[in-house]
């Protein structure tokens, strides 16, 4: 970072005085450095950074070619439409991490074949190649998404127009998972899930996003994963999503956080995105070289870090309690720190997230309830189900759908074997559902796409076993409710193994977001005051 921060403060001087390194007196016909001028300019500008002339001397040079390469490559794309990419490879394939990997190319090309190209210098089977901040190519073989249900912060659901759920909820599926990889410091990877996500949540709309801090959220883990990479060249890309996470969390909680105050009490527990913010934005700052704007917001940074990391004492009397190691982390946050109101704090967590849980279950309750109200009125229960699904649980509505005899018979006649249309269980799949619940969904739903597909949001992509249970269509529209067990089969057992296998890394802790132990945090910090104390260095 510091060679960075010292071309930076170069760069601007250079600007100012007008000097262009890769014109004469500084670079000759042969593109070779005019070495009495360049000594003469690290022996001018080593005193203002109060470095020694040799390192200085060796930063100008850097910078010379780096002016050099750019004006060859210029000039070749204006001739011959060739460009010269750039590559920022993992960390596993960089041989020498000082030196830049380039890549020559016609931008008229698919995409597909830069990436073979590259696959096969590096020798790298997967591949998704990112230009500014956004993914050109993703691979075939996509990870599955997980589907979550939408809630506002207090955690009650959120009613969201059907478009919009979808790409929302395909957005926080590619975010959490991102998070999880984040967690294994499998940063590469990572990012990818990451900028996905950034690209469905631009579907959703600003208006929705300013109202939850998902966004904001996303913009840090986003550029957390750029410097945990070393990836200095998405700098720009970095400092816009930067102040686009202020800007929403300004939106979202309130100037004085005064919003995030009235919803959840406190404010404690969210700090800790503040604190990684002013921190990003700290490193930013002196890698641009402004020493003076990063040592500020490192200040903030440390003041928050020395309210917010957790007293190894307190955690331990708490956890003593039977409370969780996230709960008492959190709690205290919540509660600056007070072990006594941490304990009610967190006793008081539990209770909301149970009442919450109960009316969830209460809900699923009625819903069943009312499929078996309909099954005695003669109706089968996958009618039945489908019919509710189509009314949105309103009784009248489903019973006016049942009566429409000619709906139900299509949705029979369709399915008459329980086989379902390959092509849309394709699109299912496209959408990110699993094979098994894609193919029970759409026998429920009489092979509807779209009512399949809004079953399966509804139920955050898994079917319950009761839903799982309906007996495959016949010529028979009746059925007792007192004969439907749970089905032990074995399609519905895989089914709930797949999905299992795809939320298995993904936290089901509403406020997992927010449980940062501050470890990486603090190896930041240390790293930026290290830096920043290394003497009077000046910006020019």
Known sequence: MAEQNMEAKLKNQLKQEKIQLWNPPYTDDNNQPGQQHMQELAERYAPLLCLPVQEVGGALEAIRVQAVNRGKGNKMFRETNVAT????????CRKDPKTKNRLKTRLDVLVQEVVDRIGEEYGLK??????NGKTLCVDGSEDTVPFLE???QSGNPLKIPHKLKKALI????????????????QFDNALCHLLQADQLFSKVGSTLLNSVDNFAVLQLDIVWCYQALEALSCLDDGKSRLQRAEDCFLQCYGEQKQRLLMIKGNTGREEVLFLRLYLLQSLLSYIEGNDDQAQRQLSKVESLYSRLCPDSEKMAQLMALGFTEREARLGLRACQGDLQEAAIHICNQRQEREELKQRERQKRSKRMEDISTLTEMG?????AARALHLADGDMNKAYEILQDSSQVAQATNNNTEGVVDPEKVEQLLYLGFERGVSEAALRLTGGDVQSATQ???DNQGVLSPELLSVSPPSTSSSSSPSSEEPSTSSNSTADNELVNEVLEDISRHEEDYLDLTLEEESELIATMKSYLSRGPSHAV
Do not use: C, Q, T, W
């Open 85 to 92: 990419l750039e590559l920022l490879l993992p960390r596993h």
């Open 126 to 131: 997967y591949i998704k190649l990112i230009l």
């Open 150 to 152: 939408i809630g506002d």
């Open 170 to 185: 395909l957005a926080m599926g590619f975010h959490e998972k991102g998070r999880s990889l984040m967690k294994k410091k």
């Open 379 to 383: 109706y089968s229960r996958r009618d």
């Open 455 to 457: 079953l399966l949001l």
